[in-house]
């Protein structure tokens, strides 16, 4: 995009491709929320509904509709030529700002496959002494182990919330859509509003990225954690027995009830839930029109009922309280992606930007996108108190979690992350060491003000584009 849109058209422009490469994230919770209200194989076993915390939604639609999409829309990149018509008038406007010359410009688009072949290791020499990328590429590592962290927004808010996936993959669709659509926007807007100096956009791009990491705490805004019987509690003390035990699923009351916790079916008595009816030691059940809206004769309970489900509410003004405070951190953050895009133009020379690109992409796919969800996943399971385990052994997946220390871990390893980010871009923003062209505060006059385009085939059958001015054969600028 460098090659075809001017500094000021920069902005808008990849603020745009952003915007519609990032909604692609919440536009997958909201098909994601229709999605897993089918089961994985479309015939649910019996008894097993979407309420149910068995039931396993249809994931893979998530994977299949994208690849066909994606497999059909590769072939139109294959129409792209060599080069946009724009490129011309774009080449001038670098050229009169001392980015680049003609010559620069002509011996680039004139080598061979072998010649930038052989350039490779002198590329990574030059690309790794570059102080300033390197701390970029390091910011841009820890800022993606913290965006890891959104894969289990869904889980989190539904958590801590107590909302259905349906529900969770909207209200976090919508959210996300806003906040990232209106950061990016207006990040495009900012670059536009005025000419601004490579190393003056890396300094507002720090600023920003700092300004947003105090909005995390915002998932600390949650429903009052439920008191789980026999994980949270005792029974002896639910019972005001003067027993004393330690926390366990298990005790007197429902010591002959051979409870298990391979289902989830917590039930409610006042204030504090119990994993299943069988916890709560229940031996008989009430129906209306059958279906069950009380367990009675429950030997571990104080009124000696339970109600199905969890105890507490949604407490939806904390819940959308806290959506807030993340939206607006994700529109401060984002809003100086833009910016960040054309940094990675500036800081090396013309000639070493797509390899620029391609070792940034590797280097924080490897060590940030790909670890993050291993990460954070290890996080949040390191605070599951009861999993599912089956009669054979077998350990599943997590039942209850810990949720007051979960959440504090959760938040504090996003912001660590953000600050690490935030800290490598201000030394970036430090150590960047401009060249005297690009220290031009004016723009620079062109000689000659037209080029000249021609297409050659060598003798290896490799085709050459040539760049020409018509006024010094070298493009030297005047200041």
């Keep these: 995009m460098d090659e075809i849109f001017t500094q000021k058209q920069f902005g808008v422009a990849i603020s745009l491709l952003y915007v519609v490469s990032f909604i692609g994230y919440p536009i997958s919770m909201l098909a994601g929320s229709v999605f897993l209200q089918y089961y994985v194989t479309f015939d649910p076993p019996e008894g097993v509904t979407f309420e149910s915390k068995e039931w396993v939604g249809a994931w893979w639609m998530g994977m299949f509709f994208p690849a066909i999409a994606v497999f059909v829309l590769s072939f139109f990149v294959l129409l792209y030529p060599r080069q946009m018509p724009a490129a011309k008038k774009v080449l001038k406007d670098k050229v009169r700002r001392g980015i680049t010359t003609v010559l620069e410009k002509k011996e680039e688009l004139g080598r061979s496959l072998k010649e930038i072949t052989l350039d490779m290791i002198p590329a990574f020499k030059r690309v790794f002494k570059n102080k300033a990328l390197n701390c970029l590429i390091i910011g841009d590592v820890f800022l993606f182990l913290q965006i890891g962290a959104y894969s289990f927004y869904p889980k989190i808010y539904a958590l801590i919330f107590r909302l259905d996936s349906k529900s969770v993959g909207s209200i976090l669709g919508i959210s996300n859509i806003i906040g990232f659509a209106v950061g990016l ?10 000419d601004w100096h490579p190393k003056t956009l890396q300094l507002l791009y720090s600023i920003l990225t700092a300004a947003a990491v105090p909005f995390s705490l915002g998932m600390l805004l949650y429903c009052p954690v ?5 994980v949270d509690l005792p029974y002896s003390e639910i019972l005001n027995s003067s027993q ?3 926390p366990s699923l298990t005790g007197e009351c429902n010591a002959d009830c051979a409870c298990t916790t391979a289902f989830y079916q917590p039930v409610c008595d006042g204030n504090v839930t119990f994993f299943s009816p069988c916890h709560a030691g229940c031996m008989d059940v009430e129906l209306v029109d059958g279906q069950v809206t009380s367990y009675t004769d429950c030997t571990c309970t104080k009124s000696g009922r339970t109600l199905p489900g969890e105890c507490g509410s949604t407490c939806t003004t ?12 994700t529109i401060i953050g984002f809003s100086g992606f833009a910016a960040h895009a054309y940094i990675y133009q500036r800081i090396v020379n013309e000639v070493d930007r797509t390899f620029c690109q391609g070792i940034r992409s590797s280097i924080v796919r490897a060590l940030g996108t790909m670890p993050a969800p291993l990460l954070f ?31 504090l871990w959760f938040t504090f390893l996003q912001m660590a992350m953000r600050t690490a980010s935030c800290a490598f871009y201000f030394v970036c923003w430090y150590v960047w060491v401009y060249t005297d062209s690009e220290k031009t505060t004016k723009p620079a006059k062109l000689v000659g003000e037209e080029f000249q385009y021609t297409k050659h ?12 001015s018509k006024g010094p054969v070298n493009g030297q600028v005047e200041k």
């Design 185 to 194: 926007i207006a990040g495009g807007l900012l670059m536009r509003w005025r």
């Design 244 to 246: 004393l035990s330690h």
């Design 377 to 407: 996943g290890w996080v949040i399971d390191s605070f599951c108190v009861v999993w599912r385990e089956s009669e054979d052994g077998t350990v599943g997946n997590c039942w209850v979690y810990d949720v007051d220390r979960l959440l």
């Design 318 to 329: 904390t819940m959308w309280l806290s959506l807030t405070l993340t939206t607006v951190g």
């Design 457 to 468: 085939t060598d003798e290896n059958g490799e085709d050459h584009c040539d760049i020409a």
């Design 226 to 230: 439920n008191t789980y019987a026999g």
